[in-house]
């Protein structure tokens, strides 16, 4: 067996795993929203997904995105996909050193489903200069209603809205 066919029987595995599980695993769940993630990012930048140290894809095309951002060719872009919430929160994680890597972070919220993706795509930056923090750069928090019944993380909600891609949705279909 060849290094391709493993790769797909091992994934045929994990698909079998899943859909016999009688409950939901919230680690396996993250790490397949992340893989979608990077999916639909790839997709709507035209980029290739490589999974380095401090950034995920890079440009393979320039793109110019609905928020007036324009991805270049070269570009590299880490990507945060958030698929469950804590306390009302959205939550990326390990973001500590990306800013050394990355020219752009992509922030994916999968939490209401395949169908009401929210994404934000902001410059590194930016990112970085005017979000709010915690765990030394480690965590960024937004609100989970976008501040529309709630008035959690105000600074870090606007960053995500005034990146967001337009439509307020991305169906994953069209990245299919």
Same mark, same amino acid.
């Given at each position: 067996?060849?290094?391709? *066919? ?7 595995? *994990? ?8 409950? @939901? +695993?919230?680690? =396996? ?15 709507? $930048? ?8 401090? &950034? #995920? ?11 007036? =951002?324009? %991805?270049?060719?070269?570009?590299? %872009?880490? $990507?945060?996909?958030? @698929?469950?919430?804590? /306390?009302?929160?959205?939550?990326? &994680?390990?973001?500590? /050193? ?9 922030? $994916? ?12 795509? =902001? ?13 030394? !750069? ?8 976008? !501040?529309?019944? #709630?008035? *959690?993380? %105000?600074? +870090?909600? +606007?960053?995500?809205?005034? &990146?967001?891609?337009? !439509?307020? $949705? @991305?169906? %994953?279909?069209?990245?299919?």
């Amino acid at each position: 067996m060849n290094k391709l *066919q493993l790769f797909k029987w091992l994934s045929e595995q *994990q698909h079998k795993t899943i859909m016999e599980s009688k409950k @939901v +695993n919230d680690e =396996i769940m993250k790490s397949m929203a992340g893989t979608a993630g990077e999916r639909m990012i790839s997709k709507l $930048v035209t980029g290739r997904i490589v999974a380095r140290d401090g &950034y #995920d894809i890079v440009a393979e095309d320039d793109t110019k995105l609905s928020n007036g =951002i324009t %991805i270049k060719d070269g570009d590299r %872009i880490e $990507v945060k996909t958030c @698929v469950t919430h804590t /306390g009302g929160e959205n939550t990326a &994680y390990s973001l500590s /050193g990306k800013e050394e890597y990355a020219d752009f972070i992509a922030l $994916v919220d999968l939490r209401d489903g395949p169908d009401e993706v929210m994404i934000s795509i =902001i410059p590194t930056d930016v990112f970085f200069a005017d979000g709010l923090f915690m765990a030394n !750069n480690e965590r960024f928090a937004w609100s989970g209603t976008y !501040n529309k019944s #709630d008035d *959690q993380r %105000i600074k +870090n909600t +606007n960053l995500f809205l005034k &990146y967001k891609i337009a !439509n307020n $949705v @991305v169906k %994953i279909s069209e990245a299919a």
